[in-house]
Nanobody
């Protein structure tokens, strides 16, 4: 059964860094556009960024310059490096896989495989 599994979440102070990992199981991540989304309590799921099959990246304005998505060398995994974290980055973070040519629109419905999410909490 194809699935994605996130890890690496936790509690970090504002200004700190975290690195999330998204591992594919029976799902070769290099064959998909892998997106990262987040959802804070009471809010809709928000697009964070995406790494395309051709390894181009796109980011939301809220994280551009602070977050980086990349493949993990030698592993069937994608990482999300988060630097200069802010209180408003607190959310459950999900990775998801898409084969849609419109993946860059950042719409969750274009992503067919989802991980279970990992909590990121930024404290003051």
């Amino acid at each position: 059964q194809a699935q994605l599994v996130e890890s690496g979440g936790g509690l970090v102070q504002a200004g700190g860094s975290l690195r999330l990992s998204c591992v594919g199981s029976s799902l070769p991540v290099r064959n998909y556009h892998i997106g990262w989304f987040r959802q804070a309590p009471g809010k809709e799921r928000e697009f964070v960024g995406v790494l395309s099959r051709s390894q181009t990246t796109m980011y939301s304005d809220s994280v551009k310059g602070r977050f980086t998505i990349s493949r993990v060398s030698g592993k069937n995994a994608i990482s999300l490096q988060m630097n200069s974290l802010k209180l408003e980055d607190t959310a459950v973070y999900f990775c998801a896989a898409s084969t849609s040519v419109a993946y860059g629109n950042g719409l969750p419905l274009l992503y067919g495989y989802w991980g279970q999410g990992t909590q990121v909490t930024v404290s003051s």
